[in-house]
């Protein structure tokens, strides 16, 4: 079974910058696309971006485009979400997720494997 671990998660002011990093690790098919999702307190899980397995493709949720950058290595087998100019409304528990093959989806169903997750907490 594939296990995700996040990290990198923490509290910041108001346009400054946190990077997240999942680390994949256990039984997991030999390609996978992965997403950040994200869930501040009192709603829905939402999907903030993914990337292909190649990570020749991108997608991002238009509130954080231009401001976060996904990322992937997969000799690391690690994704990254560089977060800058974060803004209070980014507050949230991050998730990281993967979903088996190489497509990248934005929905919660598509995705096989999810992290526990990791606070991000920006303050004004």
């Known amino acids: 079974q594939a296990q995700l671990v996040e990290s990198g998660g923490g509290s910041v002011q108001a346009g400054g910058s946190l990077k997240l990093s999942c680390e994949v690790s256990?039984?997991?098919?030999?390609?996978?696309?992965m997403a950040w999702f994200r869930q501040a307190a009192g709603k829905e899980r939402e999907f903030v971006a993914n990337?292909?397995?190649?990570?020749?493709?991108?997608d991002y949720v238009p509130s954080v485009k231009g401001r976060f950058t996904i990322s992937r290595d997969n000799i690391q087998t690690t994704m990254y979400l560089q977060m800058d100019g974060l803004k209070p409304e980014d507050t949230a528990t991050y998730y990281c997720?993967?979903?088996?093959?190489?497509?990248?989806?934005?929905?919660?169903?598509?995705?096989?494997?999810w992290g526990r997750g990791t606070q991000v907490t920006v303050f004004s």
């Open positions: 997720a993967a979903e088996v093959g190489g497509w990248a989806s934005r929905e919660i169903a598509d995705y096989d494997y």
């Open positions: 990337i292909n397995w190649s990570g020749s493709d991108t």
């Open positions: 256990g039984r997991i098919p030999s390609t996978y696309a």
